[in-house]
């Protein structure tokens, strides 16, 4: 089994900072790529960044400039650095990988974790 779990959320006040992380544990035998989703009340999910296993990184135009996403493979975690936060941030966010589990043959699959609350006041 696979476990995605995630810290980090809080209350900010706008202009504030946010780190998240989301560490993966179970019987993991490659992580491919991470991704960063959000979700306010009442709007679809939307990604936020996502990050290769290669290094490279995609943002929303809302975050660019201002979210970076970032990986450290030894630890089988992801991190999202948000700055410069607005109220618009608010939302859960939620992390995502496509992880590899040996069965025979490696296979991918996509895994979500909990979802973390971010509020940003005004």
């Known amino acids: 089994q696979v476990q995605l779990v995630e810290s980090g959320g809080g209350l900010v006040q706008a202009g504030g900072s946010l780190r998240l992380s989301c560490t993966a544990s179970?019987?993991?035998?490659?992580?491919?790529?991470w991704a960063w989703y959000r979700q306010a009340p009442g709007k679809q999910r939307e990604l936020v960044a996502a990050?290769?296993?290669?290094?490279?990184?995609n943002y929303a135009d809302s975050v660019k400039g201002r979210f970076t996403i970032s990986r450290d493979n030894a630890k089988n975690t992801a991190y999202l650095q948000m700055n410069s936060l607005k109220p618009e941030d608010t939302a859960v966010y939620y992390c995502?990988?496509?992880?590899?589990?040996?069965?025979?043959?490696?296979?991918?699959?996509?895994?979500w974790g909990q979802g973390t609350q971010v509020t940003v006041t005004s």
């Open positions: 995502n990988a496509n992880i590899g589990v040996y069965s025979g043959s490696v296979y991918y699959t996509n895994y």
């Open positions: 179970g019987s993991i035998t490659s992580i491919n790529a």
């Open positions: 990050i290769t296993s290669g290094g490279h990184t």
